[in-house]
C-alpha cells in the first residue's frame, strides 16, 4: 500500500511539548518525522489526550495546534489544525 499523505514527510529527531489545558499541563514527546500537514510523535503509550492540543517544537519555538489522526503503540500521527505561533520556551 502506497504512501496516502497529501504533503510529503521528513525523517527528524526533535524535542517537544504536548501542551495541554492552555500551558498549564505539558507531556514531553519525540517529534520523529513532520509534513506540512502533520507529525508523527513517540508518547508514552498509556498518554491519554483530549480531542486537539498543542505541540510545541523546542528547537523552532512554535507551537502548532494539532489533532490526532491515528496511533499506534507509542506512535500518534497527528494533523495540524490551525495557524502556528512563536512561543517563548522560557515558559516550558
Not at 523552532?60 to 517563548?88: C, M, N, T
Amino acid at each position: 500500500m502506497g504512501d496516502m499523505r497529501d504533503c510529503p514527510r521528513r525523517r527528524v529527531l526533535k524535542e517537544g511539548r504536548v501542551v495541554l489545558n492552555a500551558g498549564s499541563s505539558v507531556i514531553n514527546c519525540v517529534i520523529r518525522d513532520r509534513s506540512d500537514s502533520g507529525a508523527r510523535l513517540r508518547l508514552p503509550a498509556a498518554t491519554e489526550l483530549p480531542g486537539t492540543f498543542g505541540v510545541l517544537f523546542l528547537t523552532e519555538e512554535i507551537l502548532y495546534p494539532a489533532r490526532i489522526v491515528w496511533r499506534h503503540k507509542d506512535d500518534l500521527g497527528i494533523e495540524f489544525v490551525g495557524q502556528p505561533k512563536s512561543v517563548p520556551l522560557r515558559k516550558w
